[in-house]
């Protein structure tokens, strides 16, 4: 009798992996259809129909954007599409990207800690409510930088510093936010040059992030100090302690407040926070760290200054899915935390959209203890997340062998 066990089993996980790939877009497409975020949906419809009418060339004549990559998404959007349907479109940029992230999960995890582990990883990020509420709902494609992020952090934990380069500004250029993944790559050049002497891994890393821009920014002619320009035009809109952030600026002074004289104090820790989240590279430079690396990059950026917006947390969504999906501990920090993501989007699409909930639920969402609440609620999930990473959690990452028990590609020597 033929045993068909040893033939089907090696195909469970990838047919649950298509199985949740159908799943999260089955979730998505009628996610589409809710009203999420009107106003950046039109103004992403006005850059994709300019781009459409003009091409890059003549773009930045007579409009602007921080988000010069997106640009070139926007554009063929824009020829094939107008009106509601151009909006329909546009909402729907989101799905490719989730999608290229769950995979991208998967494939970071799989040959370090098996396949339901890495199966688990992109189940976090894909099912999320989060990334469901700032993706087709919102109108936002926050799931394009964080493709890239994520993908710079695994270039650079694999000693590809020219790799990680490229991707760390493209990151940027999708979304300025973004580009503080640079920190860490830059970091490990030059603590390949203390180490070791040598340049070229600091140089590898510059070339890349130049030849990058160039890239993008050459066919918009789009200089750097153009487009610096128009990234503080743009934090000077809404000079507040925090956007609808749910941070440690809107537990002390709330939303909607004038940041004042606390720009400074924002930008000062802010530094200071992008400078502690590299130390740990002097003790490790392997997957799991780079991750940490990137989370505590995303935390200093989201908790630490005046003006942030509230969705500049998600690109945590999927830097600490692969560190839950093999730590119960960091699995329960996870989720707290992004139910208090999510409830912090609703916050904000209700606040400010036409987006809406039950009336009963709107009066209990839009108060000033439920922003206290959130506030204390996502610091503390932060602050967890950082004390079980210093520590042993998610170390599978670091210590589990892939195939033929040859060591994770993370485990190359430092360059």
Known sequence: MINTGSRTRPLLVPLLLAALLLLAVGIRIPAIGITGHTGDVYVFSTWAERMAAVGPLHFYEGSGSIYP????????????????????????????????????????????????????????????????LGGPIWGQIDAAGTLVFVAT????????????????????????????????????????WRERGTWRPLLGAVAGALGAYLLVAAPLLLSPF??????????????EASVYAPNPWALLVGYETPDGGYTWVGGLLLLAGLAAAVVPLRRGRDLRTL?????????????????????YLFPAMAVLAPLAAVSTAMLGSYLVMAAGFAL??????????????PAGWEEVLLTREMVIGLSVVLTGAALTVVILLRTSAAARLATTRGPAGMPPPSAGAPG
């Not at 940027?172 to 580009?179: H, N």
Request: aromatic share 12%; no cysteine.
């Open 344 to 357: 912090s989007l609703l916050y904000a699409l209700v606040a400010t959209t036409p987006f809406s909930l």
């Open 153 to 192: 952090l695994w270039a650079a934990a694999d000693r590809r510093l020219l790799a990680a380069g490229v991707l760390g500004m493209l990151s940027g250029l999708v979304k300025p936010q973004f580009g503080l993944v640079l920190v860490p790559v830059l970091a490990l050049g030059v603590l390949a």
């Open 291 to 311: 991750l940490f690396v990137g989370a505590f990059v995303i935390f200093a950026f989201y908790f630490l200054p005046t003006r942030v917006h509230e969705r």
């Open 226 to 239: 153009d487009h610096l320009g128009h990234i503080a035009g743009v934090t000077g809109i809404r000079p």
């Open 69 to 132: 990559a997106l640009l070139y998404l926007y554009w063929p959007l824009g020829v094939a599409f107008d009106g509601d349907t151009l909006n329909v479109a546009i909402k729907a940029l989101a799905i490719p990207f989730d999608v290229a992230v769950g995979l991208l999960l998967f494939a970071l995890v799989r040959p370090r800690a098996g396949g339901f582990a890495a199966l688990g990883a992109a189940a976090l990020y894909l099912l999320n409510p989060a990334v469901i």
